[in-house]
């Protein structure tokens, strides 16, 4: 039997301003990567989610990002490696004081957006990335784009690592993700996103915008909650891959 976890970024609502629906989606999720206060979040929301993660028996990772709260986290913004290592350590931190309150433990890492990017092609920045997983605890998952640079380094520094997929974003030719700046960055219908995750998983394969199939791993699919049919979508994409015998777990099952 396949198998594979269903991840989705949570926790990135911010003071009074509120973002996803975390409530809705966790169900859905086996494991969630909660923001740390760099791009999304804060003290409160951190904590929040993390109870309402263990509510749900999800397993619990961190999101670090780039501190870039007015762009959430997306902008390109020049790191140094030495940057890069310190603000993972320190928002892993942060996240696993909260974790460790509630009597639980961090299962794994998945950088955010920009940094997420960066360290998918840029080498150093992605050793850094698995460097500091690796030295706060040698046990974290590292999440990472599966093929790149992320997976590539993690491997060499000898974190354990899982491959990630996108159930609504499209590829390029080189396996990276399609820009958010192109209007064909996103897939909005779910059968089409169904038919895609299902491919992925089973056959190792899916279609890149230029029309060319190229191979790709997964070990966890990335599902986003912050859309306006994400309750649907994420609800949709775990009924389906049921259907197809793939069996939904995060990794400390």
């Known amino acids: 039997m396949y198998k594979v976890d269903l991840n989705c970024d949570l926790g990135e609502s911010f003071g009074v301003y509120k973002l996803g629906n975390d409530e809705l989606v966790l169900p859905y999720i086996t494991s969630a990567n909660i923001a740390c206060g760099f791009h999304a979040g804060d003290p409160s929301v951190m904590r929040k989610t993390v109870k309402l993660a263990l509510l749900n028996n999800v397993a619990i990772g961190a999101h670090p990002g780039i501190q870039d709260l007015v762009g959430f986290g997306r902008r390109n913004i020049n790191i140094s490696p030495e940057d890069a290592y310190n603000i993972v350590v320190y928002q892993i931190g942060a996240l696993y004081g909260f974790v460790k309150s509630e009597g639980s433990k961090l299962q794994h890492v998945k950088p955010h957006g920009a940094l997420y990017n960066i360290a998918a092609r840029d080498s150093k920045i992605a050793r850094a990335v698995a460097e500091a997983v690796y030295k706060v605890d040698p046990e974290l998952i590292l999440f990472g784009l599966a093929g790149s640079e992320l997976i590539i380094q993690g491997e060499k ?96 099952i």
């Open 157 to 252: 520094v000898g974190v354990k690592i899982a491959s990630e997929v996108f159930a609504d974003r499209t590829y390029q030719r080189d396996g990276s993700l399609t820009s958010r700046s192109n209007p064909e960055a996103m897939i909005t219908n779910t059968n089409e996103a169904v038919t895609r995750v299902v491919r992925m998983i089973k056959e190792g394969l899916v279609k890149c915008q230029q029309g060319k199939d190229i191979e790709i791993k997964a070990d966890t699919v990335c599902v986003h909650g912050d859309g306006k049919h994400a309750l649907e979508f994420t609800s949709q994409i775990k009924e389906s891959l049921e259907k197809c015998n793939i069996e939904i777990n995060n990794f400390s």
